[in-house]
């Protein structure tokens, strides 16, 4: 098959490697009919979070089962599947207590990389949600959405506790972020603040539920949440970047005894501990255990209740999957679907 592997920094190739098979019993093979590039790739891409040799990219997934091991008994033949970055068993302490991705058995979701024609997943019982049948095709990019910046998003609003009659303020309009939005706003936040400064952001996160929209960042954004909430800060806050600035936005943001979901993969982040004692702020976040939220996000995706592949701005084929790199790391698009 071919697949995307990234050699170093903006050096993405498509290239020719072995099918993925069954290694263990517990795997399953996948088609993928489409692959995407995540927010969270641009960091080794940016040489911001190295890399240990050639490394196959993608962790983002959806397909259909082509083949399973001798031990997979929940995942048949023939269904198409959804799963998340970790592959989790979705039964030991951890997991039940709805936190997959801290699995005593996790792993990489699809080690073979996701970018690509097919995929091999671990643990296929417990880290794959099929779908009630096959999605029309208008579907699928939605349910590839769940698989990762839809399940991040919602874990950020949940963690931040968004709820009714609560003020929800978003720092970051990527994707996850974006989601957030649509997540808090099916969670009934009474308000949603979408904090960007980008014309096609802003209206996307409005058409996800966003009622208000804030322009100023760093100081000034926490400053501008304050002036919004009486002087207090809103009660909920997502992070969806991961910087030393969004976190502190995010923390700053928040009102005493408020909380703040964090789901940008912090890079280099130092929390001032006086600060933060003073706060009063609860931090709650992490790599989200998408799974915990799969089966309830693709009955919404399945029944029309939500469409958040709109995140997709831009569709490649395949095989242009560096064009698709580039076009996030520059902004130009929010997040790009590929063909094969
Ligand atoms: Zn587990």
Known sequence: MQVTVLYGPRDVRFEERPDPTIVEPTDALIRLPVSCVCGSDLWPYRGIAPIDGPTPMGHEYVGIVEEVGSEVRLIELGQFVVGSFFASDNTCEICRAGYHSSC????????????????????????????????????????????????????????????????????GDGAVGLLAVLAAKQLGAERIIAMSRHGSRQRLAREFGATEIVTERGEEGAERIKELTDGLGAHSVVEAVGTQESMMQAIRSTRA???????????????????????????????????????????????????????????????????GYRAMDERRAIKTLLRP
């Open 104 to 171: 005593i058995h996790r792993q990489p979701g699809a080690p073979t990389g996701a970018q690509a024609q097919y995929a091999r997943i671990p643990l296929a019982d417990g880290t794959l949600v099929a779908t009630p049948g096959l999605p029309p095709e208008d579907m699928i990019p939605s349910l590839l959405a769940a698989s990762d910046v839809l399940g991040t998003g919602w874990f950020g609003a949940v963690a931040a506790e968004a709820g009714p009659g609560k003020t929800v303020a978003v720092v």
């Open 257 to 323: 005894g408020g909380h703040v979901g964090f789901v940008g993969v912090l890079h280099d982040v130092e929390i001032p501990g006086e600060e933060f004692f003073f706060s009063h702020v609860h931090l709650h976040g992490g790599p989200a255990p998408v799974r915990r939220f799969l089966p309830e996000l693709v009955d919404l995706i399945w029944n029309r209740k939500i469409d958040p592949g709109k995140v997709f701005d831009l569709t490649l084929p395949l095989e242009e999957v560096a064009e």
